[in-house]
């Protein structure tokens, strides 16, 4: 029997561009910018990209879920 050769799912990429990190936080692009500015999200800067690290993304959100009886 022959086999269909796997194909690998597309990497998402690590770090997203501001547009892109808001819209998966699902904030403006204004508002991300001022978490960026206020040192709340770690940025990536490359050469004149600013870039979000997905992993930073992640954290943020789970830094701000608001915990039962804190």
């Known amino acids: 029997m022959r086999r269909e ?3 690998a799912e597309p990497l998402a990429p690590r770090l997203l561009s501001q547009q892109e990190a808001a819209a998966y936080l699902g904030i403006s692009y204004w508002m991300l910018r001022d978490l960026v500015f206020r ?3 770690p940025s990536v800067r490359i050469r004149r990209r600013v870039l ?3 992993v930073d993304v992640d954290r943020y959100v789970g830094q701000a ?3 039962p009886g804190a």
């Open 52 to 54: 979000i690290d997905r």
């Open 39 to 41: 040192g709340e999200l």
């Open 5 to 7: 050769p796997q194909r």
């Open 65 to 67: 879920k608001n915990r």
